[in-house]
């Protein structure tokens, strides 16, 4: 369970941070209310994975699948084109993650 709350985590804060734009500033109600709604229910499912998920490695897969699918929602939802560095940077991250991942001993089985 502690890698679907995980996952869940991350896909409300994919919500929340997808509407942020949206917001114009918070300015609009809509899409202020589902950024609310969406870090909130991100950071209670998160807790939830923190039960049995070393902060640190919880955070570093949160960070970075959150930063490349914001990415690609930016791309297309809002038509923001990243350049080769960004996308680098971003398959470094993912590297790391991986390597975390496949190599750490500080991931709990």
Do not use: H, R
């Not at 560095?85 to 190599?103: C, D, E, K, R």
Request: glycine share 10%; charged share 10%; proline share 4%.
């Amino acid at each position: 369970m502690k890698w679907l709350y995980l996952a869940l985590a991350i896909c409300f804060e994919l919500l929340g941070t997808s509407a942020l734009k949206s917001t114009i500033g918070f300015t609009k109600l809509g899409p202020s209310l589902l950024t609310i709604l969406g870090y909130a229910v991100a950071f209670y499912f998160l807790s939830l994975s923190l039960k049995e998920i070393p902060i640190g490695i919880a955070y570093a897969i949160w960070s970075a699948v959150g930063i490349v699918l914001v990415a690609i929602i930016g791309y297309f939802v809002y038509g923001q084109v990243l350049d080769k560095p960004a996308i680098f940077g971003m398959g470094l991250i993912i590297s790391g993650v991986v390597i975390m991942n496949t190599m750490s001993e500080s991931i709990v089985p």
